[in-house]
């Protein structure tokens, strides 16, 4: 079993909007999600359809990025939610049961109080959370006070013998 961990992760982000953003996706070699908030994963690239023709790519280094007068740079913080115990944190900060979200499954809703995107990673199981900058020290810190709330209550300590 993997200790839950929360990481910050490095990625690109880009928001493409307007007819031709599927195809500057398609272009750059990126995956184009067929359903409006679905996304698909592919070797270090994660794309989210988010409205018609609105599309959210978030792309690790060394992938190419897409090129489109409507593609605009994002500057989201990304944290990575890795090992056991994720869906119980997630409890405390978000009204989602994320018993259900599934492998592969994208949401956009709020974490403690930040609207936020989520995406449940395929290979890694991990979840990943991206929000807006302004937010990431606030993040940080409520993952931290969570997560070190939640390690007290698995060990215990003192007690009658």
């Known amino acids: 079993m993997i200790a839950l961990q929360v990481n910050e992760t490095e990625r690109a982000s880009y928001l493409l909007t307007g007819p031709e953003s599927s195809e500057a996706l ?6 184009v999600p ?5 996304a ?13 023709d609105e599309y959210m790519a978030m792309l690790k280094a060394g992938v190419t990025a897409p090129q489109s007068e409507w593609c605009f740079r994002r500057y989201d913080s990304v944290f990575e939610l890795k090992g056991e115990g994720w869906v119980e944190m997630m409890a405390h900060l978000c009204q989602y049961d994320f018993r259900q979200l599934k ?4 949401l956009m809703t709020s974490v403690a109080g ?8 395929i290979e890694s199981g991990s ?3 991206g929000a807006d900058p302004g937010y990431r020290h606030y993040l940080n810190e409520t993952f931290s ?7 007290a ?3 215990p300590t003192g007690g009658a013998s």
Do not use: F, K, M
């Open 145 to 151: 006070a969570v997560l070190g709330d939640l390690s």
């Open 26 to 31: 398609a272009s750059a070699g990126l995956p």
């Open 127 to 129: 979840l990943l959370i």
């Open 103 to 106: 492998p592969g499954d994208w």
């Open 40 to 52: 698909e994963e592919r070797s270090g690239a994660l794309v989210a359809r988010t409205g018609r």
């Open 114 to 121: 930040v609207n936020c995107w989520l995406y449940h990673e």
């Open 153 to 155: 209550t698995r060990n």
């Open 34 to 38: 067929e359903q409006v908030l679905s």
